[in-house]
Nanobody, 130 residues
């Protein structure tokens, strides 16, 4: 069983930065794709960023150029560096992992593919004030 534990959320003013981290189980298959997803109050969950086993990455249009996803297999962590935050970035951020073979662009953009991710963390709250 794969366990995912997010950390690093918090409250920040618009224009600020946060770094989220997701620690994953040491036994997780390195071939798993991983991603960050978020859900704002009253809205559906959406993809934010994804990375596959080869290090290919994809981002939602709304965060391109501001967010950076990275994975460190030696440290068993998946990070999301978020810069120039806006109030629209407010939400609960979740880390997820699975071995699905989908292109990372599809992982970020397809709710159906996201639903198939088998492992999810408990989430970490990000609040951006104006």
């Amino acid at each position: 069983k794969v366990q995912l534990v997010e950390s690093g959320g918090g409250s920040v003013q618009a224009g600020g930065s946060l770094r989220l981290s997701c620690e994953f189980s040491k036994n997780m298959d390195p071939r798993y794709s991983m991603g960050w997803f978020r859900q704002a109050p009253g809205k559906k969950r959406e993809g934010v960023a994804a990375i596959d086993k080869d290090g290919d990455t994809a981002y939602a249009d709304s965060v391109k150029g501001r967010f950076t996803i990275s994975k460190d297999n030696a440290k068993n962590t998946l990070d999301l560096v978020m810069d120039r935050l806006t109030p629209d970035d407010t939400g609960m951020y979740y880390c997820a992992a699975d071995f699905n073979g989908w292109d990372v662009v599809v992982v970020v953009t397809s709710p159906q593919v996201q639903e198939d991710f088998g492992y999810w963390g408990q989430g970490t709250q990000v609040t951006v004030s104006s």
